[in-house]
DNA sequence: CGCGGCTTTGATGTTCATCAAGTAAAGTGG
DNA sequence: CCACTTTACTTGATGAACATCAAAGCCGCG
C-alpha cells in the first residue's frame, strides 16, 4: 500500500530503509497540516511531541536570546527536518519556527520515530546522516556568516533566495528588511542602504520586495571577494 | 571483561547499550595514541577512515575557507565525539582537528561502529543524540558570537577555558592571541587590545599565556551587556 | 481616518580593521 | 652557549565598516 501522500519527499529516503509492512504503519501515523503564511508552528520552550517534516513551502527556525533581542537561525525548504535538531537530545525546542509562506507540514508520532530507530538500523543510518548534514550546512553557514562584510553578507542571502528557492531571475523576497537584519546580525538600516546600493550600482533591480538579479556575477564576486 | 582501557569516559556511555560481548569487540578494536601538542591529526580533505574520541586532553576544530583564511570552528574536551560531526554524513573531513595541549584518542574502526548502529537500537539513539547536542553546541555558539560585541567575544572565550576547561581562579591559555582571533572573528590587533583593556581595568591579571580572573562578575557583565 | 509597523535617507558617532613600527620570546644552527 | 631568524605580542595612528538616532513617507488594517 502506497501512502495517500504519494509526493511527499520524506518516502524516498524511507523507501529505501523501511520495509513495506513498516511503511504502511509509519504513512498511516501521518498528519498533515495546512498552514498559511506568517504561523509560528513551533515555539521556543514547547516540548517535544512530535517529528515535524516540511513538505511543502517555506519556514524560519528563530529564537529569542536572554537580552531579548531575536535572531533567525536558518531558512528551511522541503526536504528539510523542521524539527530535528532538538527532537532526538532534548525535551523541548530551543528555537521557534515559523512559515514564510504557505505550507505544508507532516507530523509524526515521535514514538514510531523512536521504534524505527532502534529496531531499523538503515533507518537510524539514514536519520543520523540527514541529522549532521543538516547541522553542517548551519555551521557552515554561520561560520561563513561571521567572516564577510554586510556586502558580502547581503549578497549571500540574495543568492540563497535565487539559487536555492525560487531558481528565477526575478522573485518576491519572502522575508522583510529586518528579518535580513535578524539573520546577518546587521542593523535594519545597515540592510537597506546595501539593498540600495546594489540596486544604485545596477547589480539589481529592486520594486519594494521584488528583487531582479540583474548581474549575478557581480553579486557573486561582491560575495567572494568580502573575506 | 573489562576495557584496558578502564577510566575512559566513552565506556560510560556505551555501557549503558552495549550488551557484554558487544562491548569486548567493541574495547578490543580500540587503538589508543598519545599525541603532544601542536600535532594535527586530522586533516581537512582526508577520507574518513576511522571513529576518534578525545580520552584526555584539549583540541580545536579549524578550516581554512576559500579565500585562505583560517577560521577556528570550536574547541574539544574529552567527552566529546571529534569526528562525530562528518563521520557519518560524509566521506572526507571538512575541517582538521589539532591538539592544544598533550592529548590522548581513541580510534575505532568505523565498520564497527556502524554495525553497532544497524544492529543496536539504543546504541543509535545515544549516537544520534550525542551528535545532535555536539552540533547544537556549535550552533548556539556561532550565533552566540554573530551577535556579540570585541569585549562580549573575549569575555566569552576568557570565561569558557576558565569555567569549562581549567576551573581555577588563574590558568594558561592554551591559544595564542591569534587563534583567538581566528576564532572570534576579530583581527590579531583587537583581540591584544582588548584583553589589555581587561586588564587596565583591573578585571583579569596577565601574565604573557597566564590569565587571572580577578572580577569575574564584572567580565561576565560585559559578556552579557554586549548585545 | 489614524495608528502602528515597515521602509527609506541623512547625520553622527562608535566599533573595529589595517598599516606601521617596535619589543619580547622562542626556536635554529653554529 | 651565543648569534640569528622567526614568530608572537604590543602600541599608536588612521580610516573604513557599521550602529544609532532622528525624521519622514508608505501601506495595511481596525
Redesign the interface.
Known sequence: MLCSCNNCHIKTIFYETLISNQLDGFCEARTELVLSKGVTFIRQGDEIKSFKYLKEGLIKLH?V???G?T?I?SFGKPMDFVS???????KTY?YSVTTLEKSIICIFDLNII?NL???N??F??K???T???S??N???N??????RSMYGKIARVLLFFQEEIYFTYGFDLPVSRKEIAQYT?LSIETVIRVISEFRKDGLIKVYGKRIEIIDKKGLKAIY?YS?
Chains 1, 2 share one sequence.
Not at 84 to 90: G, K, L, P, R, V
Not at 142 to 147: A, E, H, R, V
Open positions: 529564537k536570546d536572554e537580552t533581542k535572531q537561525i530535528i535538531h532538538n527532537i532526538f537530545a532534548e530551543s523512536n530507530v532502534k529496531t538500523g538503515e537510524a543510518r536519520i543520523i546522516q541529522t549532521t548534514r547541522a553542517n548551519i555551521i557552515s554561520s561560520l561563513d556568516m561571521l567572516g546580525g567572494e573575506k
